[in-house]
């Protein structure tokens, strides 16, 4: 894909942003695991964050393709757009989904950021992967369904307005598929926290926020359903190749602030009287990192590019997200070895996006789990699990 003029108005219209958060910033709310609330408020303001949703629900009406050069950007000016990532895709769910009720009553308050909607709950201790077999279960009394159930790393569940929730409707035992009989409602932590729900925050080797979610006896009102009952788990799939594209571009925007950052340290850094990126032992893992960055760029455009067009791209967005992760995490460890000791010193920031980008391994989807997706799906092997 050959980049647009707006394209390059886009980057630099959240490179702007970015510039007014410098490392300092990240640096700091790392020390204390700390929420950016005034980059995500400003990000917000400035209708970056209400990229996706269409116009007519006070969204900037953008295409994937342009959402995700915004997530690449934040991340390759050195911040971490894990922070407000969610916002663009779970959002998602609600728009293909909701009623015309709910569009109107939410988008409009999430695309001026008078709503947070940054928490996405799927993941449970017992079941991890194995999305089918989540126990939380949502039982239906009069107008209400009553939550009982446990997640587990929720992130960001401490500063949001609302959760998108996977929950079972219909016990695994009486469905003829496991992925019938679970449904998505819509929580606003507004009211459930303390009355339903107790976060507990997981401290991770980063600034991710992410939590635990113990659900007692939580309250949902019925029109807070997204959807038909018992079909949520294929609303959360058609969700999953924007987040894959999302999450690509945000390891690319890692890739490539470490290889930026290090090329430079190495044409300053001065050892045996000539700079280190004069020898090829530091030039070529920094080449090497960079092309392995630009193949997957290329994939991720090209999942986007049939995202927007409506096609099929779900080979092609768990492919570019499989590809970036892995050349951000090159990139970081060529970038951690051209800095030599200073690679470790939090001053420099390496050490800080080495730990951000090394979860793209794991979440939100693993390495081997696509790697058996396209085992399965393109190359029509035995299912694995
Ligand atoms: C910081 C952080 C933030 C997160 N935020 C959220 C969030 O906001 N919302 C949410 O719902 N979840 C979130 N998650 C959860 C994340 O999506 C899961 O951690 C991830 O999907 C993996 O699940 P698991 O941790 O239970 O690992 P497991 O499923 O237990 O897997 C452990 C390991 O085994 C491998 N494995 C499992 N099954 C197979 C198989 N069949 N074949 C080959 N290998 C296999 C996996 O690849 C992995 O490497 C977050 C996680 C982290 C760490």
């Known amino acids: 894909m050959i980049e ?46 209400g990229a996706l949703i269409p116009e007519q629900y006070g969204g900037s009406g953008l295409s994937v393709t342009e959402a995700s050069i915004i997530m690449e950007e934040i991340n390759r000016s050195g911040g971490n757009a894990g922070a407000c990532h969610a916002q663009m895709y779970t959002m998602g769910t609600l728009l293909r989904h909701g009623t ?27 079941t991890g992967s194995d999305t089918t077999q989540l126990a939380t279960m949502a039982v239906r009394k009069g ?11 929720i992130s960001r569940t401490e500063y949001t307005d ?11 035992a009486e469905v003829k598929k496991r992925t019938e009989g679970l449904s998505v409602l819509l929580v606003d932590m507004r009211e459930a926290v303390g009355n339903g729900i107790t976060i507990r925050p997981i401290r ?8 635990e979610l113990f659900i007692e006896n939580l309250e949902v009102p019925v029109e807070n359903l997204i959807g038909e009952e018992g079909k949520g788990f294929s609303y959360i799939l058609d969700g999953m190749n924007a987040e894959r594209i ?12 470490f290889v930026e950052r290090a090329a430079e340290y190495a044409k300053q850094r001065v050892v045996f ?20 960055l630009e193949a997957a ?21 768990n492919m570019a997200k499989l590809l970036a992760a892995d050349a951000s995490w090159e990139a970081a460890n060529a970038a951690v070895q051209t800095h030599g000791g200073f690679g470790f010193a939090e001053e420099y920031d390496v050490e800080r996006k080495f730990r951000e980008t090394r979860l793209y391994q794991v979440a939100p989807i693993s390495t081997n789990l696509i790697l058996s997706y396209v085992a399965e799906h393109v190359l029509g092997l035995p299912r694995s699990y």
Request: include cysteine; charged fraction near 25%; aromatic fraction near 10%.
């Open 162 to 172: 609302l959760m998108i929730l996977l929950v079972r409707t219909t016990p695994l």
């Open 204 to 211: 991770t080797m980063m600034n991710h926020a992410t939590t």
């Open 246 to 257: 999302l999450i690509a571009s945000e390891c690319l925007g890692d890739g490539y602030w």
């Open 4 to 49: 647009s003029a707006f394209h390059q108005e886009l980057r630099n219209g959240v490179r702007a942003i970015c510039k007014k958060y410098p490392d300092a910033y990240w640096r700091e709310l790392d020390e204390r695991r700390a929420y950016p609330e005034e980059f995500v408020s400003e990000l917000s303001r400035a209708g970056f964050l």
């Open 297 to 317: 760029n290329l994939m991720r455009f090209r999942a986007a590019e049939l995202f927007d067009a409506g096609l099929p791209c779900g080979k092609e967005a």
């Open 100 to 126: 015309e009720e709910q569009k109107r009553s939410y988008l409009p308050k999430i695309a001026d950021g008078t709503l947070r909607l940054q928490a996405f709950g799927v993941t449970e201790p017992n």
């Open 273 to 292: 009287k000539r700079p280190i990126g004069q020898n090829q032992g530091i030039q070529f893992p920094l080449a090497q990192s960079y092309i392995h």
């Open 143 to 153: 107008d209400k369904y009553v939550v009982n159930g446990q997640k587990v790393f």
